[in-house]
């Protein structure tokens, strides 16, 4: 399985823009996917996560301008970004809870990261 993000790039303050990810492989079903970002010097925090039946739940301080969404059929997740400010620059990754038959006999659950993408907000 693999997560492939895209959309990062430079905006100024109070400017938007759309992150997304797709995921691919031999895919059964996909639990929760979510976005999460790492600033310089920080830990990987999270910024928003959606359920399969569409339950979404964002940090704090994203809360009002960012908005998560997935698209089941193609196995994707969208991130819209509005109101961006400097304190959102980030590298910002997706995540995946994906489950996959083994062998055609038995189903297991993992984790997957895509590879990240850069949002720089300028000031």
């Known amino acids: 399985v693999q997560l492939q993000a895209s959309g990062g790039g430079l905006v100024q303050a109070g400017g938007s823009l759309r992150l997304s990810c797709q995921a691919s492989g031999r895919i059964s079903r996909i639990n929760a996917m979510g976005w999460y970002r790492q600033a310089p010097g920080n830990q990987r925090e999270l910024v928003a996560t959606?359920?399969?039946?569409?339950?979404?739940n964002y940090a704090d301080s994203v809360k009002g301008r960012f908005t998560i969404s997935r698209d089941n059929a193609k196995n994707a997740v969208y991130l819209q970004m509005s109101n961006l400010k400097p304190g959102d620059t980030a590298v910002y990754y997706c995540n995946a809870e994906v489950t996959t038959v083994v062998g055609g006999t038995y189903y297991r659950t993992d984790e997957y990261w895509g590879q990240g993408t850069q949002v720089t907000v300028s000031s």
């Open positions: 959606i359920t399969n039946g569409g339950i979404t």
